[in-house]
């Protein structure tokens, strides 16, 4: 289950995200993440993969927009069933992302007074919304290609280790006679 960060991990995230913006390659023109977050832009290669699982609150927020506008709890519903309950996004944290999104110009919002109840904010998404949608697929795509890579390179990497754990773990000189020429 993934749910919006927490108190606890919001500062991980925030230590990851220094950590990311400084190191990682962006994908769309800057050098690193930070000149991205610097210039403004709204681009998901730019967004926070950290801890909590907070990063997929926004395409999980835009997927169940594409489908219909609706209120924050109904979106919450929408994303539950779309995934068969396996992203759970805190309600808290998804009304954060409709706002943050609604500064950006990606969701609008109108009030609505309830029959019964307060007044609840509904949203709906705009065409730039859906440019973010297309440009969140793209992301997504690649980190799960860059995903299955990683997943191969462990998996050989333990075969690697299985076998030479089989051989009786020679010495790493007596497996590359190159070490052992620089040694003499």
């Given amino acids: 289950m993934v749910h919006e ?13 220094k950590i990311e913006a400084s190191t990682q390659p962006c994908g769309h023109g800057g050098s690193r993440k930070s000149e991205c977050a610097d210039r403004g832009a709204r681009k998901p290669c730019c967004r926070k993969r950290g801890g909590g699982g907070g990063a997929l609150v926004e395409p999980a927020a835009l997927a169940a927009l594409l489908y219909a506008g609706g209120y924050g709890y109904d979106l919450r519903r929408i994303i539950l069933e779309m995934s068969d309950g396996e992203v759970d996004v805190d309600v808290g944290g998804l009304y954060r992302i409709l706002r943050r999104m609604e500064e950006s110009g990606s969701v609008i919002s109108r009030w609505h007074d309830g029959e019964t109840g307060p007044s609840r904010r509904e949203y709906e998404l705009t065409e730039q919304g859906v440019e973010l949608a297309e440009q969140w697929i793209e992301a997504l795509r690649s980190r799960m290609r860059l995903d299955g ?25 007596e497996q590359n006679p190159r070490k052992k020429e620089n040694h003499e």
């Fill in 5 to 17: 960060s927490t108190n606890r991990s919001d500062a991980f995230e925030a230590s990851n995200e």
């Fill in 149 to 173: 890579l990683l997943a191969n390179m462990l998996e050989q990497g333990l075969a690697h280790l299985e076998q030479r754990r089989s051989e009786g773990l020679r010495s790493d000189t």
